[in-house]
């Protein structure tokens, strides 16, 4: 059996056979899964200093070189990297006193770090499976996201209290502003939102749950909600980048919703996270700082918007990124400034990044290439080994090297 | 199973649309669901320079062109498939089956699944077991409804 | 005006486009499933754009050129666009006073490529960005 570090359910039951260094036939994978275990001989990262090649010692050391000049330095990235490798990522943060950020910033940090303080309830996903009977997918389409994410765990499995199957034992409601391929699903059970409409959607929520009537244009299909989670025996709430980006930073109205959820039945949030191990890093800084990104080591811990990579990239004066891509995903301004900075990237492939980065340093594809572990979207760990051999180091080597140099 | 990659290997790659789609990774993913035929593709067997590729392409071809759709009149467009396995754990026969397999939301462990994933898409093995079959078949419907990408039908 | 239109664009990730990142960002599969815009069916006719052509999708902040797609549902003055290199082109760089960076939904002007301009290569962006 292996595993899938394709996205952030980590899929344990995969078959693949291997076929002279190619990926051939694989059981269980889905397709974004597969495309990732093909990637496996596509694209792959050289170490290389000013875009020349190198030898690995000369790219870490030069790394390390670059890191040491940096007055201002940011450590980036961390969701596509293992546990191991993100604990030398923030033990590196501290002891150089510098920034460390991960995409959380601009998608679901917020959300996660409340769960982790406690202030929004949370489950496991074989919680899921063997008890919710409503699954509501928020500004979230794990179908094209995290592709198994309804087959293994939130809609179609039996499970311990959910004998009967989909069609009688659970109920799918999604809330879009998009006819997702999740919405497909769900059919009846879709919201159409307009974009940013979710607050005023929860406020509707929140009246019909009260037993006022909402002030919305279908107010039967709102009340029939109503009535269907009030009657659910364990509702779950998925989030996603939909959701974050309409709330923008401003959680209070969702938390009450889930409180006034909580006094009627009971309902968990669980957020689709995008990289394998963004859970995984976002727990290891919260341990450390109790905040899940934003945090300067400076002058001790020190947490805010200005320490987040949109505004940091002004005051930084060497950036590492490891494990991501922000020049292919920040605005074009902010990645022409990124793309200015002395940088060090660190990455399995070929990106965006990379093209960008000074020095670049290549490490193993966690999951088939390097064991290690990482942190379930739900916050569960996930141990596992490599498949094939490779002359990649592991990520955790690789920054361990680094840190060392500096 | 014929990847799509492996056809594309063998098309021209010029992306000239003679055959109305607007390149050859595109035509290979037409011939694989069977929207496409290689006759379609007239460079490919118009210009000699192609003759081997041709061949080639005949050859992978053959064991997917001969095979009609399942004996339930069941067609899966895998170009179409995301490979969620949504159908294989709400399939009926699978959860009677296999029931510490796909019954639970994992892969198969019985090996008397009808629907698994394999190279990342859906495939439907052990076609009379299906409800769809044999005289006393029933119009289940179960993997159409839940595929969220319409992969699959019945003709 | 016809020929041009202010629209929202809502970004999205689609499972193909994330198979072909996998599988190299500097494929035309790759492009072909990110440089793409979809458009409501009245929203598109109004433009005169056929499925598939060329569109001029431009912001305050950058200018990109995309294939224009035909949507099956009804969404007027809404569009649809793959998050990518180049949804990130339009995207603004400015931070709100929360911190927070607002990545998913932004105005924009689509219009018809006068010149009939191809779609903008991810080679043309990866300079953008790395241009001095």
Redesign the interface.
Same mark, same amino acid.
């Given at each position: 059996m292996a595993f899938c570090t394709?996205c952030s359910l980590l899929c344990d039951d995969i078959e693949v056979d291997f076929e002279g260094g190619k990926i051939g036939r694989t059981m269980n994978l889905c397709?974004?899964g597969?495309?990732?275990y093909?990637?496996l001989c596509?694209?792959r990262l050289a170490p290389t200093v000013d875009g020349s090649e190198v030898g690995i010692d000369d790219a870490v050391s030069k790394a390390a070189e670059v890191l040491a000049g940096a007055e201002n330095l940011l450590l980036f990235g961390w969701g596509n990297s293992t546990l191991a490798a993100q604990k030398v990522g923030v033990e590196m943060a501290k002891k150089l006193g510098c920034v460390i950020d991960d995409p959380s910033?601009?998608s679901q940090g917020l959300i996660t770090e409340t769960i982790l303080k406690g202030e929004l309830p949370t489950c496991t996903f074989d919680d899921v499976r063997n008890f919710a009977d409503v699954s509501i997918y928020w500004g979230d389409?794990p179908?094209?996201?995290h592709?198994r994410h309804l087959s293994r765990f939130s809609y179609f499995p039996r499970g311990e209290k959910r004998q009967r199957g989909y069609e009688e034992d659970r109920e799918a409601i999604v809330i879009d502003?998009?006819?997702?391929?999740t919405a497909e699903i769900a059919a009846d059970g879709f919201f159409k939102i307009p974009?940013?409409g979710d607050g005023d959607f929860m406020g509707a929520l929140m009246a019909t749950l009260g037993g006022k009537i909402p002030k919305v244009e279908d107010k039967k299909k709102m009340l029939n909600l109503g009535t269907k989670l009030r009657k659910s025996k364990f509702g779950v709430i998925f989030t996603g !980048?939909?959701l974050a980006?309409?709330v #923008?930073?401003?959680l209070d109205e969702f938390v009450s919703l889930v409180g006034k959820l909580n006094e009627l039945t009971r309902f968990s949030v669980i957020p689709s996270l995008g990289d394998y191990n963004t859970r995984g890093f976002n727990q290891t800084l919260f341990d450390e700082t109790g905040h899940v990104d934003?945090v300067s080591f400076k002058d001790g811990v020190n947490h805010?918007?200005?320490f987040?990579i949109?505004?940091y990239l002004d005051a930084c004066d060497a950036v590492m990124v490891v494990g991501s891509d922000p020049?292919?995903? !920040?605005?074009?301004?902010?990645?022409? #400034?990124l793309?200015?900075i002395p940088m060090v990237a660190v990455n399995s492939h070929r990106?965006?990044t990379t093209?960008?980065a000074k020095v670049t340093v290549p490490i193993a594809v966690a999951g088939l290439e390097a064991g290690g572990s990482a942190l379930r979207t739900d916050g569960v760990k996930v141990e596992f080994d490599a498949v094939v051999k490779s002359d990649y180091l592991p990520d955790v080597e690789v920054i361990e090297r680094i840190m060392e140099a500096v | 199973m014929v990847s799509v990659m492996e056809i594309y290997q063998l098309l021209p790659k010029t992306?000239c649309k003679k055959c109305g789609l607007?390149?050859c990774?595109?035509f290979a993913v037409g011939l694989l669901g069977r929207e496409k035929t290689i006759e379609d593709c007239t460079p490919l067997v118009e210009e000699p320079k192609y003759e081997k590729k041709l061949e080639g392409l005949r050859e992978l071809l053959a064991p997917i062109l001969s095979a009609d759709a399942t004996e339930t009149g069941m067609i899966i467009h895998t170009e179409k498939c995301?490979g969620c396995g949504n159908c294989v754990v709400a399939c009926p026969v699978n959860v009677a089956n296999d029931p510490k397999g796909t019954a639970i939301g994992r892969g198969p462990v019985s090996g008397k699944a009808i629907l698994i994933v394999e190279d990342g898409v859906v495939k439907c093995v052990n076609v009379d077991q299906c409800r769809r079959f044999g005289p006393e078949k029933v119009l289940c419907s179960a993997c159409i409804v839940t595929c969220p990408s319409k992969a699959i039908e019945f003709i | 005006m016809a020929g041009a239109k202010e629209v929202?664009v809502?970004t999205?990730?689609?499972?193909?486009q994330?198979?072909?990142?996998?599988?190299?960002?500097?494929s035309?599969?790759y492009r072909?499933q990110s440089a793409i815009v979809s458009l409501d069916g009245g929203d598109i006719k109004e433009l005169g754009v056929e499925d598939?052509q060329p569109v001029i999708l431009e912001t305050g902040?950058?200018k990109v050129v995309v294939a224009a797609k035909l949507s099956e549902?009804p969404?007027p003055g809404?569009a649809?666009m793959p998050?990518?290199?180049w949804s990130?082109?339009l995207?603004?760089?400015e931070?709100?006073e929360?911190?927070?960076?607002?990545?998913?939904?932004f105005m924009a002007k689509v219009s018809l490529s006068p010149a009939k301009e191809a779609v903008t290569s991810i080679e043309e962006?990866?300079e953008?960005?790395?241009?001095?």
């Open positions: 394709g397709r974004k597969r495309g990732h093909d990637s596509v694209d910033s601009y389409d179908s094209s996201s592709p502003v998009r006819k997702s391929p974009p940013g !980048l939909g980006h309409s #923008k930073g401003e934003r805010g918007p200005e987040g949109a505004k020049a292919a995903v !920040l605005p074009a301004s902010l990645a022409r #400034k793309a200015k990106t965006f093209d960008a | 992306n607007p390149t990774m595109a995301y | 929202t809502v999205y990730r689609g499972i193909f994330e198979v072909e990142e996998a599988l190299g960002m500097y035309d599969g072909d598939g902040s950058g549902d969404h809404l649809f998050s990518s290199p990130a082109q995207v603004s760089g931070v709100e929360s911190g927070f960076l607002d990545l998913k939904s962006i990866a953008r960005i790395k241009a001095p």
